[in-house]
């Protein structure tokens, strides 16, 4: 009996372009959406996952065969690509949409990806992502992805051990009352917390390479897949502004002013 | 009881470090009594009051935050803290001590590197703390006045949402204060982009050492009204009048920062490399920072900031951080891509490699490890730090006859000095060194000084490019200063202190 051929690894890194997590965000004053005009990066749930998959590569070198990031985004999240290309994917798929188009949703995002991965001839055997995208904070894509392409998957990973050989994984995920251990077959979602690995910062030789990098241009038409929202933002208010705090110049006026705002003493 | 006499022993006990004697500066000067502190209490309320005499009688370890430097190299044993929240009350009190000849030591942040904030013996300690509201911002001219007290910190996150900068950054910046900023006329992180303080501030306020207030508080950007008096101040340590008001003009936010750390293979790379960048970056350049070596392995050992990849650094002598602020990311961009391309391509690269910040995160953990150089250094040992102005050709030599001098003196061993390192601001030709000891001792300090300042006398550079004078220095001004110019800078003190109560024994010998 022939033993069935060692399957290397093909690793597809969905990413996202969003606000930088360090900008103050500002309520648009029509109260339906933030100010966009500010700086965008990498999602850093994303980074992560980018970050992952080339440690995967260090550790398992030719067993993995490549490494693809994936976006859905306007003309300018192709710089976005790049700098995961710089980091170290061989090639990316920019699906690309209008400057004007509405942000896509977390159910029109796995659709897609799942018609980028179902036209891969060479097959995906692991899907890694960030858990979230800080600018929506849904937290959906990952699983809906795992569903819709009736694949496993280790949401909230913060350590993952791959062997190819075997085609299992074996992730440990973030939950409330701890650290959850999973084995799983592949092909397998996996979603990245944060705890999971810190982002190399992109060196010049490799910035360089990137340039040359492929990308590859899609329309969500090219992947019959339609992107059009099915909700309705309603309202985007900012949380209610903190009061500040008030120093006392003494214990007498501390307890005066807790007096004032009703707090009784307990009898001990 | 016994615990405050004790603790007053002890400090009379603790062996005296340093050989300077500024004894002549305090002879003439009275100590605090507890009818000055009486006194005081009329001026100020309770809690503006920290003093080891009744009736205040707090422990003696409540004032020592404010008797020793950040370093715990210098100690002053002062009994008495004031902590006023106006001018007017800053200006009662400097008038009743000029009257009863007690010293005062105007303090900030504490963040000072020389000694120059903390006092010799028992001075009264003002400090600025309570007085740190913005007074008032224009966002068309971009002028900023503030209590001195401000830290630099918070008048960064009051700019934020205006869109604009302070025109000074430094390693220092969550403890120190904007008047001590001006006092000791700070260098720092930006000053190759936006100039020194004696150009970004506009005015000041100041109450003299008789008590007097001298309010040049202009908000105006052009007075050529008669001498500019201000300028003597920022520098001056406040050893001319304490600073209580502050008129700044803050720069325009970058729309776009970026940076990059270099590895450069060999130092003599440097300067080339500077002016390759200054070429293709021209107004974007904002930063340029020098790191050598060992003093960036002592950043990653004390976790400063997140260090680069070894395969990155593998056979890098020295380090370059390069910052650039401009109106437009793409076009920074675009400025930075091509100079890190034409080096990496270049025949015979300056640099081995480097990396570039993708993402603000990065931005800032690249800068922390620039920061850090001082703290790691602190956490290593005890450093003697020499802040000198010498041509940027002579960096490398500096450290290498220092260290080879300590080599010949048997000084350079674990016991006694562990490293010689430099870092600094090449822009502004300003170099760091750093003597890292694993303590104080006498043999170090003989060796180190007078060589080190007649190191850079034979190079015409100067013994304190930004940190000051302070105590540390005071004996060295002879090295960077004519005697003529001492001379007229001990009239100046003369004419606006001649009770010689404010700051003494500070910068001047």
Redesign the interface.
């Known amino acids: 009996m022939r033993p069935s051929a060692v399957r290397l690894l093909n690793i597809l890194v969905p990413i996202k372009r969003t606000v930088?997590?360090?900008v103050?965000i500002r309520v648009n004053p029509d109260q339906k959406g933030i100010d966009l005009n500010v700086?965008h990066?990498?999602n850093?749930f994303d980074?992560i996952a980018v970050e992952e998959a080339v440690r995967l590569r260090e550790k398992l070198k030719d067993e993995v065969k490549s490494i693809k990031v994936v976006t859905i985004g306007p003309p300018k999240a192709a710089e976005t690509l790049r700098?995961a290309l710089?980091m170290g994917a061989d090639s990316a798929i920019h699906i690309e949409v209008p400057d004007s188009a509405p942000a896509p949703e977390p159910l029109g995002v796995a659709k897609a990806l799942r018609a980028v991965i179902q036209r891969e001839k060479e097959g995906v055997d692991l899907v890694i992502l960030g858990k979230q995208a800080i600018d929506d904070d849904a937290g959906q894509t990952g699983q809906m992805l795992a569903g819709l392409l009736d694949w496993a998957q280790a949401t909230f990973a913060s350590k993952v051990v791959v062997d190819p050989k075997k085609k299992e994984a074996e992730v440990t995920r973030e939950i409330d009352g701890g650290l959850e251990e999973l084995r799983s077959r592949l092909p397998l979602v996996i979603t990245t917390d944060l705890r999971l690995n810190?982002p190399?910062?992109?060196?010049?030789?490799n910035?360089?390479k990137a340039k040359k990098k492929p990308i590859q241009k899609l329309t969500p038409a090219d992947l019959e897949v339609d992107l059009t929202p099915i909700l309705e933002t309603i309202k985007v208010a900012e949380p209610p502004k903190r009061v500040g705090g008030g120093k006392v110049?003494s214990v007498d006026e501390l307890i005066a002013k807790l007096k004032e705002a009703g707090i009784t003493p307990v009898k001990s | 009881m016994l615990s405050r006499q004790l603790a007053r022993c002890l400090y009379a006990r603790a062996p005296r470090r340093w050989s300077h004697s500024p004894a002549a500066a305090l002879s003439g000067l009275n100590s605090v009594t507890e009818t000055d502190l009486a006194h005081f209490a009329t001026i100020l309320p309770e809690s503006a009051i920290i003093s080891t005499i009744a009736p205040s009688a707090a422990p003696a370890d409540e004032l020592a935050p404010f008797n020793n430097d950040w370093m715990n190299k210098y100690h002053g044993r002062s009994t008495t803290v004031l902590k006023p929240r106006t001018t007017q009350e800053v200006s009662e009190i400097v008038k009743w001590c000029n009257q009863r000849r007690i010293g005062i030591v105007p303090q900030g942040g504490n963040t000072g590197l020389v000694g120059g904030s903390v006092p010799v013996k028992d001075e009264l300690i003002i400090s600025l703390a309570n007085m740190s509201k913005v007074r008032a911002f224009d966002d068309v001219s971009g002028i900023l006045v503030a209590d001195a007290g401000c830290i630099l910190q918070s008048l960064s996150d009051y700019l934020v949402p205006h869109n604009h900068i302070v025109p000074l950054d430094l390693g220092a910046k969550g403890s120190c204060q904007i008047g001590g900023n001006v006092s000791t006329n700070a260098g720092g992180l930006r000053l190759l982009r936006y100039g020194s303080l004696h150009g970004s501030v506009l005015g000041l306020e100041v109450v003299l050492p008789d008590g007097t207030i001298l309010d040049q508080l202009t908000s105006l950007r052009k007075d050529n009204t008669g001498y500019d008096l201000k300028q003597l101040f920022i520098g001056a340590e406040g050893t001319l009048g304490i600073v209580t008001g502050v008129s700044i003009l803050a720069a325009p936010a970058p729309q776009a920062s970026n940076n990059v750390m270099l590895a450069l293979p060999k130092f003599e790379n440097v300067l080339p490399l500077f002016k390759e960048t200054k070429r293709q970056l021209s107004e974007i350049l904002s930063a340029f920072e020098f790191i050598d070596r060992t003093v960036y392995d002592l950043a990653v050992k004390h976790g400063q900031g997140r260090a680069l990849d070894p395969s990155e650094v593998e056979g890098a002598e020295c380090f370059v951080l390069v910052e650039t602020s401009g109106g437009k990311r793409e076009h920074d961009e675009e400025k930075l891509n091509s100079l890190l391309e034409s080096l990496m391509e270049a025949d015979e690269p300056l640099i081995n490699t480097g990396v570039l910040a993708t993402s603000p995160a990065q931005f800032s953990a690249l800068w922390a490890i620039r920061e850090g150089l001082t703290e790691a250094v602190s956490k290593e040992g005890k450093a003697y730090k020499y802040d000198i102005s010498i041509p940027l050709a002579k960096f490398e030599e500096a450290v290498n006859k220092t260290k080879d001098h300590l080599r010949q003196k048997g000084l350079l061993h674990e016991g006694a000095v562990k490293h010689v390192v430099g870092y600094g601001h090449v822009g502004d030709a300003n170099l760091h060194l750093n003597v890292v000891a694993a303590d104080y001792t006498p043999e170090i300090e003989a060796a180190l000084e007078p060589f080190v300042y007649e190191l850079v006398a034979s190079y015409k550079g100067s013994i304190s490019a930004e940190h000051g004078i302070g105590l540390m220095k005071t004996h060295a001004l002879q090295y960077s200063k004519s005697p003529t110019s001492i001379e007229w800078m001990k009239r100046i003190k003369g004419l606006f202190d001649p009770n010689g109560i404010m700051n003494p024994g500070k910068v001047l010998p």
């Open positions: 930088d997590y360090a103050k700086k990066s990498m850093p980074e700098t710089a810190e190399r910062y992109a060196s010049l030789p910035i360089m110049g």
